[in-house]
């Protein structure tokens, strides 16, 4: 998984976080390491580019689910906890849209995998750059 970050300014200031590759049980850890990093250096506002993920395995939800569980200075379950976390990020999609975080561009697989889990009750969707910042 190779993980970049930029900063934009909208409203308030958006980091963008950039994957690359599968988002898996291999390398969803790096991802939220990643986040945890971000938001020590003050990121609250966080936009996921998945424009680079062809595939997305179920530890990449929770991954997805820590990472806007953080941004919103919430509790982080352990990774490690399995499926516990897991229904954790299911039951988190059941309580609507979050604002902290929002995803950028899925490739079709991904937003399929979204869509299936609910996730998109969770997370707003964006296809467009400029619009995924003005919309924090």
Known sequence: MDITVEQQQGRVPVTIMKLNGNLDGSNYQEVIAKGKE??????????????????????????????????????????????S?????????????????????????VDRGLERTGMKQFFDIHTDLEAAVSSF
Do not use: C
């Open 38 to 83: 971000l938001y020590t250096a003050g990121a609250r506002y966080l936009l996921i580019d998945m424009s680079g993920v062809p595939f997305m395995g179920s530890a990449g939800l929770v991954a997805l689910h820590n990472l806007a569980l953080l941004m919103q200075e919430k509790q982080v379950p352990e990774s490690e906890d399995g499926w």
């Open 85 to 109: 976390a897991l229904h954790a990020a299911s039951s988190a999609a059941e309580a609507g849209k979050q604002n902290n975080v929002k995803i950028l561009s899925p490739q079709p697989s």
